[in-house]
């Protein structure tokens, strides 16, 4: 779902292209699982009351959802909101 959570679209003018996600968007895509386990163990364990199934899951998932942030933008950019006004 391109639109769920999404901000007024005076949020996104200063998209003008991919350049305007960068370096960022590439570091999510070049993420290894090694990484977003070391953020996972910064997490305070009450955070995730003690359910390390839970935290490893959420890992798991983001690491599987790296490789779809690209075209979730795509989506979001040729949706009928039309966010990105100066997308060139």
């Not at 999510?28 to 199934?53: H, K, M, N, R």
């Given at each position: 779902?391109?639109?769920?959570?999404?901000?007024?679209?005076?949020?996104?003018?200063?998209?003008?292209?991919?350049?305007?996600?960068?370096?960022?968007?590439?570091?999510?895509?070049?993420f290894?699982?090694?990484?977003?386990?070391?953020?996972?163990?910064?997490?305070?364990e009450?955070?995730?009351?003690?359910?390390?199934?839970?935290?490893?899951?959420?890992?798991e998932?983001?690491?599987?959802?790296?490789?779809?942030v690209?075209?979730?933008?795509?989506?979001?950019?040729?949706s009928?909101?039309?966010?990105?006004?100066?997308?060139?």
């Amino acid at each position: 779902m391109p639109l769920m959570g999404v901000y007024q679209n005076h949020v996104y003018r200063q998209v003008t292209g991919w350049e305007s996600f960068e370096p960022v968007i590439s570091k999510i895509e070049q993420f290894d699982p090694a990484e977003l386990w070391e953020c996972a163990s910064e997490v305070p364990e009450e955070w995730y009351e003690g359910e390390t199934e839970a935290i490893a899951g959420l890992v798991e998932t983001l690491y599987k959802r790296r490789s779809s942030v690209r075209d979730l933008i795509t989506n979001f950019r040729i949706s009928c909101r039309r966010p990105f006004p100066n997308w060139r």
